[in-house]
T-cell receptor
Framework: AQSVTQPDIHITVSEGASLELRCNYSYGATPYLFWYVQSPGQGLQLLLKYFSGDTLVQGIKGFEAEFKRSQSSFNLRKPSVHWSDAAEYFCAVGAKTSYDKVIFGPGTSLSVIP | DAMVIQNPRYQVTQFGKPVTLSCSQTLNHNVMYWYQQKSSQAPKLLFHYYDKDFNNEADTPDNFQSRRPNTSFCFLDIRSPGLGDAAMYLC??????????FGSGTRLTVV
């Protein structure tokens, strides 16, 4: 069965600093990988997704993620964080079955210091 | 714009009183999902419909049921809500790998 771990429960960064959120997955084959962001009380917004091809994926709001098969990782990065990036970030893995069941990691809460 | 719509945005129900949450989509996706997200936790898949076929996750309580009368609509029924069922309920749809789309969610409060 697929699973996702996000080692960092909470991260605090200064505005303008770079950011990297870690994600590791477990799945028997090449998975579909996603990063979602959730502001308090809101639904989930897709930042980016990886299915195949180029292992460096560009997303919205200046985010990017890199798929590393050898490390079973899909870390999210942003070169310069803005105060509005403070939110909960979820990494998710999708199973390549007859349908697409997406399983979420526990999430990383990001705080941004002005 | 094609989208996934959840109503209501906020729902308050009494302990033990049946409640229904609704989800509609204009994407014509064949798969619809219901997730439960408790405070400060990740969304947890409850069940999904693949076309008309219902698929329950093994650990979904019997208190939760679902209906999908047609492609566009899917309902989540909680037969006897308890205080522990207070959560955000998220509906999602997909048609193949590229179309996974979430609604804005319904926040359920049980009083």
């Amino acid at each position: 069965a697929q699973s996702v771990t996000q080692p960092d429960i909470h991260i605090t960064v200064s505005e303008g600093a770079s950011l990297e959120l870690r994600c590791n997955y477990s799945y028997g084959a090449t998975p579909y990988l996603f990063w979602y962001v959730q502001s308090p009380g809101q639904g989930l917004q897709l930042l980016l997704k990886y299915f195949s091809g180029d292992t460096l994926v560009q997303g919205i709001k200046g985010f990017e993620a890199e798929f590393k098969r050898s490390q079973s990782s899909f870390n999210l990065r942003k070169p310069s964080v803005h105060w509005s990036d403070a939110a909960e970030y979820f990494c998710a893995v999708g199973a390549k079955t007859s349908y697409d069941k997406v399983i979420f990691g526990p999430g990383t809460s990001l705080s941004v210091i002005p | 714009d094609a989208m996934v719509i959840q109503n209501p945005r906020y729902q308050v129900t009494q302990f033990g009183k049946p409640v229904t949450l609704s989800c509609s989509q204009t994407l014509n996706h064949n798969v619809m999902y219901w997730y439960q997200q408790k405070s400060s936790q990740a969304p947890k898949l409850l069940f999904h419909y693949y076309d008309k076929d219902f698929n329950n996750e093994a650990d979904t309580p019997d208190n939760f049921q679902s209906r999908r009368p047609n492609t566009s609509f899917c309902f989540l029924d909680i037969r006897s809500p308890g205080l522990g069922d207070a959560a955000m309920y998220l509906c999602a749809t997909s048609k193949g790998a590229y179309g996974y789309t979430f609604g804005s969610g319904t926040r359920l409060t049980v009083v």
